[in-house]
Structures are given as structure tokens and as C-alpha cells.
């Protein structure tokens, strides 16, 4: 694979995990409701998942 590639996964990679960092914190705040912080941990549990997708593509290429 190009290099190009690798650089855009890892981009990809650092950005998810900017994420999550931004959603951990936000879990400390009081949320709203319930439904607020059910959807909050979905999208960590989600992004999790890529950011371990990502590694193993990188470890690929």
C-alpha cells in the first residue's frame, strides 16, 4: 500500500481517539438524561471498535 494510505489511516486513527478522549470527559459532565448518556457511551463502545480496526490495518500495511 502507498504511504498515502498508511498516513490516512493513521489519520483516521489519531482522530477517533481525539474522540473518545472528548466523550470520556464529556461523560464526567452531567448529562442531560439517561438517553444522553446511553447514546455518550454508544459512541465511545463505537469508536473503540474502529480505533481497533485501525491498528490492525496499520499493522497490515
Same mark, same amino acid.
Given at each position: 500500500?502507498?504511504?498515502? #494510505?498508511?498516513?490516512?489511516?493513521?489519520?483516521?486513527?489519531?482522530?477517533?481517539?481525539?474522540?473518545?478522549?472528548?466523550? #470520556? #470527559?464529556?461523560?464526567?459532565?452531567?448529562?442531560?438524561?439517561?438517553?444522553?448518556?446511553?447514546?455518550?457511551?454508544?459512541?465511545?463502545?463505537?469508536?473503540?471498535?474502529?480505533? #481497533?480496526?485501525?491498528?490492525?490495518?496499520?499493522?497490515?500495511?
Amino acid at each position: 500500500m502507498s504511504n498515502t #494510505t498508511k498516513e490516512q489511516v493513521n489519520h483516521y486513527l489519531v482522530e477517533a481517539k481525539k474522540e473518545v478522549d472528548r466523550l #470520556t #470527559t464529556h461523560r464526567t459532565e452531567n448529562l442531560a438524561d439517561a438517553i444522553n448518556y446511553i447514546e455518550n457511551e454508544l459512541k465511545i463502545e463505537t469508536l473503540k471498535g474502529e480505533i #481497533t480496526a485501525y491498528e490492525k490495518v496499520l499493522n497490515l500495511l
